[in-house]
C-alpha cells in the first residue's frame, strides 16, 4: 500500500508529458506513504531552485494528506495555519503543485512539480497524480 | 515543580479521549517546564507532518507561558510579534492547539497538539490540559 | 505493514520494565516503516539530552533496516561508512540503542533508546523489541 | 558541457541494472556541473536513509571532482582534509559511492549511489558512470 518505483515513473512519465505540452520545463518528484522520496527528475532548462521545492511540495501534500494549494489556502495570514511554512524544518511548502496519490481512498504517497507559474505547476502535478 | 512522565499520560489520555469523540486522530505531545519532551503519541492514521507541529506546539506554549493562538494573535502582519515563527530555528508555532500546563499559578509545562483543523487541535489541547 | 500506536506503547512498556529493572531512566522512542515518530516517553529523571537521541536512534535504525550498534562498527574511522554520522542532517545514530522491530522477517519500524550507557541502552532496546 | 535529464536517465539505467546483478536494491542519483540534482530512483526495498546519501554522494563527487572514497581517504583522522564530512551543511559525504561523470576530460557532473556496502555502492557507481 505504498508507491514503488515503477509507480512513481509512469506518474512522473504522465507529468512530464503534461510539462512538455505547456512548454515549460518541470522538476517533479515522488514520495512514498512516509513521505520519503521515490524518484525525481530535473527536465533539461528547469530551475535549480525547483530540485527542493518539488521534493518538498510531495513530502507536505503526503505529510498532510492535501493538496499544497489547499493547504497555502490555510496558511495565509489570519488563516488558521499560518506560520506552518516554518514548521518541520522549512519543508512545509504552501503553495500550488503538491498532488497526493491515492489507493482506494487512501493516501498512499504524492507527487510535487515545482518550474511554473503555480497554475503550471498544478496542471502537471494533476497529470502525474491522474496516471497513478 | 514540573510534569511528570505519570503526569504527561493523564494529559494525553485524556486529549485521546477527546481526539476520538470529534473523530479526527491527532498528535499530541507534553512538555515539561524546560520545554523539553516528557511524551508524544501520534494517533493512527494522524498526519506525519504533525509530529514535528505537536512537539512544537508544547514547546512554544511553555517557552512564552502562552496558549499558541494567542500568540498567533500577536504574530500576524503588522501585529507586535511579526516574524516569530522564524525565530528559535523555527521551533515556534503561531497557531492554535498549544495550552500550557499549570500548577498553583505557575506554567511547569504544556501540551501540544495537531491533526486537524485549528479549532479540533484547540479542543484537544483544552481537554488535555484539564486533567492536568 | 507497519506499527500502530498499540503496538509502540506494548514495545514501550516491555522497555520501560526493563529500564525500572536496572535502575537507569530512559527515553524511548518508536518509528514506523516510513521512520516517522508513533511514540516517546522521557522516564522521570532521565536526560534531556536524549530526548532528541532516542528519536534518531529509532529513526537510524529503521532507515538502514539494521541495529545501531552494528551500524557503528562500520562508521568508525577508516572503516566503509565512517562519515555516516554526519549525513542526513545529523539524524545518524552510530551507537547501541536502536534496533529494528521486524514482522515476517520485514522491518515495519524501530525502537531507540537512550538514557544510560551503550550497554543499559541496548539492552532496554532489545526488551523493547522482544515485545513487538 | 553537462548532463541532461536523457544522460542521468543512462547513467541510472546502467547502475540499476548492475544492482539488479548483485541483488542489492540502491538510491542512485545524478547531478549536474552545478552539482544540482538532475535525477534520482530509489529501487524497491532500499533504504529510506540512502537517499540523502546518494545525492550527498553525487554533490560530494562534482564539488570536488573526485571519487568520494578517494575524498574519505584524505579525510581520515589525521589526513589532511579529516573534518571536510561536516563541511557544507554536512553536504559531503567521504566514503565509496560517488563517481564524477567526465567529458573530454573535464568533470562535468557526477552519479552517486547508496544502498549497500562500500564495494557494493561503488561497483553500482561505476557501471552508471561508464555509461556516461
Request: no cysteine.
Amino acid at each position: 500500500m505504498s508507491v514503488t518505483l515503477e509507480d512513481a515513473r509512469r506518474v512522473i512519465a504522465a507529468a512530464e508529458k503534461r510539462a512538455d505540452e505547456i512548454g515549460q520545463p518541470m522538476n517533479i518528484a515522488v514520495v512514498d506513504s512516509g513521505g520519503n522520496l521515490v524518484a525525481h527528475v530535473r527536465q533539461d532548462g528547469a530551475w535549480i531552485g525547483s530540485v527542493n521545492i518539488s521534493i518538498n511540495k510531495a513530502w507536505t501534500s503526503k505529510a498532510f494528506d492535501i493538496q499544497t494549494k489547499d493547504l497555502g489556502d490555510n496558511a495565509q495570514p489570519n488563516q488558521q495555519f499560518y506560520g506552518i511554512h516554518a514548521t518541520n524544518g522549512g519543508k512545509v511548502a504552501i503553495f500550488a503543485g503538491g498532488v497526493p496519490l491515492s489507493r482506494d481512498g487512501v493516501v498512499v504517497g504524492a507527487v510535487g512539480v515545482s518550474g511554473g507559474s503555480g497554475e503550471q505547476d498544478q496542471t502537471v502535478a494533476e497529470a502525474g497524480a491522474d496516471a497513478f
